[in-house]
């Protein structure tokens, strides 16, 4: 299994970033997808979700302003975010949830928003 994630980068605040993140494998179209973030000196937490039917489920703090979504045939998904805050910058971890569950993380991408 390898993921990729990747459109990371430094924006101001209220402005928008769309991370993608490439699948290799043919698991892809029968896995839930998540998105996940570390900010500094934080634990790691579950931004938003999508299941392998396409429903999806958000933190809190993120709802309204993110929305993640999938592509199958192309083995990838997404997470859109608008309205960027100070406190979205993290490093964003794509991963399924039963890898996650085992501790088994790749490669994130870093998202920093400047106030």
């Known amino acids: 299994v390898q993921l990729q994630a990747s459109g990371g980068g430094l924006v101001q605040a209220g402005g928008s970033l769309r991370l993608s993140c490439a699948a290799s494998?043919?698991?892809?179209?029968?896995?839930?997808m998540a998105w996940y973030r570390q900010a500094s000196g934080k634990q790691r937490e579950l931004v938003a979700s999508?299941?392998?039917?396409?429903?999806?489920n958000y933190a809190d703090s993120v709802k309204g302003r993110f929305a993640i979504s999938r592509e199958n045939a192309k083995k990838t998904v997404f997470l859109q975010m608008n309205s960027l805050k100070p406190g979205d910058t993290a490093v964003y971890y794509c991963?399924?949830?039963?890898?996650?569950?085992?501790?088994?993380w790749g490669q994130g991408t870093q998202v920093t928003v400047s106030s």
């Open positions: 494998g043919s698991w892809f179209s029968a896995a839930a």
């Open positions: 999508i299941t392998s039917g396409g429903s999806t």
């Open positions: 991963n399924t949830p039963t890898r996650a569950s085992k501790g088994w």
